[in-house]
């Protein structure tokens, strides 16, 4: 009865200053466009060469073909010559995140590593705000949150991250995606891998493309168990029981780089870029490597 | 008690579970750990997945073996094991141990103790009810369980006497008044004490008696004596044994105060004595610095021989008739009982009137020949009372009535008017030389040099007494040295002076050796009942009865008879007792002791100590088992997987061992490193003396302040200009923080309002005005209160130069020597002209010669110059130059702040120059030479 604020103001506002903080390391971003899509929208930021754009590129020597209304006055008036004033291309790109909310993505195996939808928040959520800033359009998969442009929607994007889900293991969100747009999906890909499948199959319909960033935590890569051990999921809802838990490792490990093989196979397929971060690691350089991934094939 | 392999065992049928561990071997081995719930993400990865083996990880082996081993040392603890078990329990009933307790069972206290707990023990598991007797402690008889007694056991201590007929007898009594029959053991100290044969006899007659002594004999010191300029020392022993070799520590302190073994000395039983002396000759400086004698390696409280009065310093009062300040150091009459007393006495100067409450022991008068009646009278007592009056002749003595008509009580002889002269310009004959010292006199034996001659002295009146009173005379007869004695004390004339101006004798080293001679029969003798009745002395220090010294703390004071003489007891301990002015030391053994080896009826059975204690190992065997079980929780955890990550790993682990095996933590302590010098001082240090600095002191006012600054600027660039002094910026400095030993000058502005300053503060200060620093003081109020309590500044001046070393002080004289430095000056101003400017006053003798235009004045610089000018006002200059600071008015003004200028420099002048200016008064008398 005390006060109307829902809890979750403070952990968003933590969020986003760590997220800005993240971000304010790299420069503006800017996401690669495809010359083909249709949904490319004027930008602030221009492409580096003429085309339509609010700001002065250069001014050329007419050439025929030009029409007269094309010719700048002002310049051609300082000599015989005549030119034409070139307008800087300015374009804007949307990207859609999607940032598995699941319940075994809270997990972190000491007190001092970051769990890993921390870590995938963070990420995300940084990468948001290099976007936006560069005056790219973010949003979220789906329908909850369609890319826009501006500080308000950074401030939407980390409301909308403060949110849990139950579930163990979550499938990708595929639906309302826009077409020759660019995704970015951040998950451990421990779940069903069809899902993930078909989110990508459906994403390649539409010509989106993107990267697919699977966070593990160092426990899950080495599997550092002895002894009888009965391993349940975060959420419960799992359980295996087995007596030697040091023999598991081998298969486990095997299990897992299948799994990784598959995702990479998939993301062959669709042009879409694979990684796998750890939370013991940097999450700058994880930051560098999704921007290297969303600028590759940029002129 | 059952004994199996040597070690006994209390409750042997426990061994039985030793057949159960291979029970549990097997047991443990069936047994899987528990599994371990783990959240883990991946889990689903691993669904499906089957164990290869359907057996559980198995507890190893060597985890086994550690359970094993804890489980069979807590059934080996239970079982009650014992090592080296007391096999000769006999009798049954209640049992009295009985304790002499005294200081000749220090030695080996602790080997007693061990018996005595082995008893207790032994009576402990036999049941039997115990009572404990010390003898020097006498309690009524408390039959109780022998674990009570053994808790006590810390707290018993041997006495540093031997037990007092009052306390056998109420032993006795307590003995014979018990209820019920009982055994006695006693440990003796193996020494006889009077009285001990009825306790015998009341023990007895309860039940058997059994004694345990060491059979080594009792060694004790007796008091130090000085004879014959060496100190003497009896060894005593209890039996006369074969010849040993034993060692007396001289333990004393050094010069820095630390107690060390001064010197140590060997001693020897012959064969077949119980009896030996041993002599230490030791220098009078080292004598006079002994607290202890002692045996070596044998601590108890015979061993120990306190040193008292006898043995300390004397304390010699110089006086002499004229007080030469300036005079050459060599005439003064007593620089050379100064040289010779130095060494080996404690010199006090000072007035008879304040010397005598001191009582000295030796007062020494040169060349003094009248003394007030009310002097005459004190000194007197004094002489009676013991003391020793040594005196020299000299002119004034030759030149008075002293003991002319008739002997005077504090002179040896009658003199002759005059005295006579020997050897010199205007008389006949050679300086007299000594003649050999009669077998009567104390300086008989002493080598006389062939180099001491006498020139001058005063002449004794024949008497028929003078024969008796000569104990040192010249080759042709005459006295030299004469002595009589008044009351218990003497007096003894030299006739001639303390210095060299009379005779050789002062110079040579027999002047020293006669001193000696003389010095020492003048040391205090050790005090009889008589003399000590109805004296009270109270204990300083005791001595418990290992023959340590502990403070005596709320002690009561004891009877000067009962401590000549009364035998030692809880009433009187040995110790060094205080009766006022002198101290006397109580010594265990007095100086006529024997010590007796105690002897017992033939029926009744003796033991030796020696025997090896038992020792349980029940305790052991169990913190063993302790600590295996806490390492199988470390190890099971460790194979579980559930152990913290390995860097916390070692820390828990570390801290786990520690409580298993009860200690206490590692403790992590920085090292100490030496406190870096400071910077900033040694910077501070190095800019204040790289140049001639000025200063002033800081008030904390910043207007005073910023003046004060600005004319120590005006006033050193007034020095650069005119003379050869050229100071650098001046500084002010804070009192509490700064060192001041650099600065020649410190201006010091008084202000109502600024902070006295720290004590710490005023030592530095003090020190600075001793070292020849100079403070100008400037309560900058023209005085108008003429330093009296009426201006703020005038009582906040008294207030800071309260705790000041100054000396009196005199208005500025024309003469002084701060009106010639530099300028020629005959007034001191500053912004304000009129004020009296003090200093240091001249010594009232100074007088002016006829022709000298001023008097010869004291050497050195006044400490502190007082004035309420405000010099620093007038001084002040700003950036450019410019006064800043308006004094007087127009060119009248403008001289008064010539003047206060020239003032500035006469002022440093003097600080630097000293008296220099001020010897030129001799300048006529060296020219006069000069003109020879």
């Known amino acids: 009865m005390t006060s109307a604020v829902p809890p979750v103001v403070a952990p968003v506002a933590g969020l986003r200053a760590r997220a800005e903080a993240e971000a304010a390391r790299l420069p503006p971003l800017l996401a690669r466009a495809d010359h083909l899509a249709g949904t490319v929208l004027l930008g ?50 949307s990207v ?119 966070v593990l935590d160092p426990e899950e890569e080495s599997f550092p168990f002895q002894g009888r051990t009965i391993f349940e999921s975060i959420g419960g809802t799992l359980r295996h029981e087995t007596l030697k838990a040091g023999d598991l490792r081998s298969r486990y490990l095997d299990r897992l780089a299948a799994r990784r093989d598959r995702l990479q196979g998939l993301c062959r397929a669709t042009g879409w870029q694979f990684s796998t971060h750890h939370t013991g690691d940097s999450a700058q350089s994880e930051l560098l490597w999704l921007y290297r991934a969303l600028d590759r094939g940029t002129a | 008690m059952t004994i199996l392999a040597g070690i006994g065992f209390t409750s042997p049928w426990l061994l039985l579970g030793l057949l159960a561990l291979p029970l549990l071997w097997l047991l443990l081995r069936a047994i899987p750990p528990a599994p371990v719930r783990r959240r883990f993400p991946g889990v689903a990865l691993l669904l499906g997945l089957s164990d290869d083996d359907s057996i559980s990880d198995r507890t190893p082996w060597w985890l086994m073996l550690l359970r094993m081993a804890a489980v069979a040392a807590v059934i080996l603890g239970l079982a009650g094991p014992v090592l080296n078990p007391q096999r000769d329990q006999t009798g049954q009933g209640p ?141 005593h022993r209890s039996q006369p044994g074969p010849a040993r070799e034993v060692t007396v520590l001289t333990q004393g302190r050094d010069p820095a105060g630390t107690p060390r073994v001064l010197a140590s000395v060997p001693a020897r039983f012959e064969a077949g004595t119980t009896e030996t002396d041993t002599a230490l000759a030791l220098p009078a400086e080292l004598r006079a610095r002994v607290t202890r004698f002692e045996l070596q390696a044998h601590r108890s409280a015979g061993a120990v021989s306190l040193t008292d009065d006898g ?220 003399e000590l009745e109805g004296t009270t002395w109270r204990p300083v220090q005791v001595m418990d009865g290992f023959g340590t010294l502990h403070d005596a703390g709320t002690l009561p004071g004891v009877d000067g008879a009962a401590l000549a003489e009364a035998p030692l007891g809880p009433d009187l301990r040995p110790g060094l007792y205080d009766g006022g002015d002198r101290r006397l030391a109580r010594n265990v053994l007095p100086a006529d002791a024997v010590l007796t080896p105690a002897s017992w009826p033939t029926d009744v059975p003796v033991e030796t100590l020696s025997r090896t204690p038992e020792q349980p190992l029940g305790g052991l065997l169990l913190a063993t088992a302790l600590i295996l079980l806490a390492l199988d929780v470390i190890a099971s955890l460790a194979l579980g997987g559930r152990l913290m990550p390995p860097r916390r790993r070692t820390a828990a682990l570390i801290a786990v061992l520690a409580l298993a095996a009860g200690l206490p933590a590692p ?115 023209a005085d108008i209160a003429g330093f009296g309590a009426a201006s703020p500044n005038g009582r906040k001046l008294q207030e800071l130069a309260a705790p000041l070393d100054i000396p009196p002080l005199e208005p500025v004289p024309a003469d002084h020597v701060l009106t010639r430095t530099f300028y020629l000056l005959q007034v001191f101003p500053g912004r304000h002209a009129n004020g009296q400017v003090w200093v240091e006053a001249a010594p009232p003798d100074a007088e002016q010669i006829e022709g000298m235009p001023f008097r010869n004045l004291n050497d050195g610089v006044t400490p502190v110059v007082i004035g309420g000018n405000d010099w620093a006002g007038a001084w002040a200059i700003d950036r450019n130059g410019n006064p800043l600071l308006p004094v007087g008015r127009g060119l009248t003004g403008e001289r008064q702040r010539e003047l206060s200028l020239r003032f500035g420099v006469n002022l440093v002048m003097h600080v630097l120059t000293g008296n220099y200016k001020s010897d030129q008064v001799h300048v006529p008398a060296l020219l006069d030479r000069l003109g020879q």
Do not use: C
């Open chain 2, 95 to 235: 049992l009295l141990i009985v304790l002499d307790a005294g200081w000749p069972g220090a030695p080996r206290w602790a080997d007693r103790i061990a018996l005595l707990d082995g008893q207790l023990a032994e009576a402990g598991r036999a049941g039997r009810p115990v009572a404990l007797l010390s003898l020097t402690a006498p309690e009524p008889l408390q039959f109780q369980s022998a674990d009570v007694w053994r808790s006590r056991l810390p707290g018993l201590a041997p006495a540093a006497w031997l037990p007092t007929g009052d306390q056998l007898a109420a032993a006795a009594r307590d003995a014979a008044a018990a209820a019920e029959d009982f055994d006695t053991h006693w440990l003796s100290d193996g020494l006889d004490y009077p009285g001990r044969d009825g306790l015998i006899a009341a023990l007895r007659a309860k039940g058997a008696l059994r004694v345990y002594e060491t059979g080594q004999p009792v060694l004790g010191l007796g008091p130090a004596r000085f004879e014959d300029g060496a100190i003497h020392i009896t060894l």
């Open chain 2, 311 to 530: 043995l300390k310093r004397r304390e010699v009062a110089l006086i002499a008739g004229r007080e030469d300040r300036e005079g050459l150091e060599l005439l003064a009459p007593l620089h050379y009982l100064q040289q010779a007393l130095k060494p080996s006495a404690d010199l006090l100067h000072g007035a008879l009137d304040d010397l005598l409450p001191a009582n000295p022991d030796v007062i020494v008068l040169a060349d003094i020949a009248t003394l007030s009646p009310a002097e005459k009278s004190a000194l007197t007592d004094w002489v009676d009372g013991g003391g020793m009056l040594l005196r020299f002749a000299g002119p004034r003595l030759a030149a008075s009535d002293v003991s002319r008509r008739e002997e005077d009580p504090l002179m040896p002889v009658r003199l002759r008017s005059g005295g006579r002269t020997v050897g010199g310009a205007m008389s006949w004959g050679e300086p007299k030389t000594l003649a050999p010292f009669p077998d009567s006199s104390p300086f008989a034996g002493l080598p006389i040099p062939a180099d001491v001659t006498v020139s001058a002295q005063v002449m004794a009146q024949p008497d028929p007494t003078l024969a008796d009173r000569v104990i040192a005379a010249l080759s042709d007869g005459t006295p030299l040295v004469t002595r009589k004695s008044l009351g218990q004390g003497q007096v003894v004339l030299f006739h001639v002076t303390a210095n060299a101006e009379w005779s050789t004798l002062p110079l040579s080293g027999l002047f020293v050796q006669m001193l000696e001679r003389l010095a020492v029969t003048s040391s205090a003798k050790p005090p009889e009942a008589r």
């Open chain 1, 96 to 214: 859609m995140l999607w940032v598995d909310r699941g319940a075994s993505m809270r997990f972190a195996s000491s007190d001092r590593l970051a769990e890993k939808i921390d870590r995938a928040r963070l990420l995300g959520l940084a990468l948001a705000i290099l976007l936006v800033r560069g005056g790219e359009r973010v949003g979220l998969t789906g329908t909850a949150l369609p890319p826009r442009r501006g500080q308000t929607q950074i401030l939407r994007l980390a409301e909308a991250f403060a949110e849990d889900a139950e579930t163990d293991y979550t499938p990708p969100e595929h639906r309302a995606m826009i077409p020759h747009a660019r995704a970015v999906f951040l998950s451990d890909f421990l779940g069903e891998l069809a899902e993930v499948e078909l989110a990508l199959t459906k994403a390649a319909d539409r010509g989106v493309r993107g990267v697919l960033l699977q």
């Open chain 2, 667 to 781: 403790e992590l302590r920085a090292q100490e490193t030496p406190a870096p010098p400071d910077a900033a001082a040694t910077e501070f240090a190095i800019d204040a003396t790289r140049e001639l600095m000025l200063a002033h002191v800081l008030t904390g006012n910043t207007q005073v302040d910023d003046i004060a600054q600005a004319g120590m600027v005006g006033l050193s660039d007034t020095l650069f200009f005119r003379t050869s002094i050229e100071p650098t910026d001046p500084i002010g400095v804070d009192l509490e923080r700064d060192e001041l030993a650099f600065f020649p000058l410190l201006y010091w502005p008084v202000t109502p309002d600024q902070p006295r300053p720290s004590d710490a503060a005023y030592v530095k200060l003090n020190d600075y005005l001793r070292s020849g620093g100079m403070i100008l003081f400037d309560t900058r109020d």
């Open chain 1, 44 to 93: 602030e930021h221009g492409r580096r060469r003429a085309g339509m754009g609010d700001d002065f590129w250069q001014y050329r020597p007419a050439q025929p073909g030009d029409s007269r209304r094309m010719i700048d006055h002002r310049r051609s008036a300082r000599g015989d010559q005549q030119f034409v004033r070139e307008r800087e291309w300015q374009i804007a790109q």
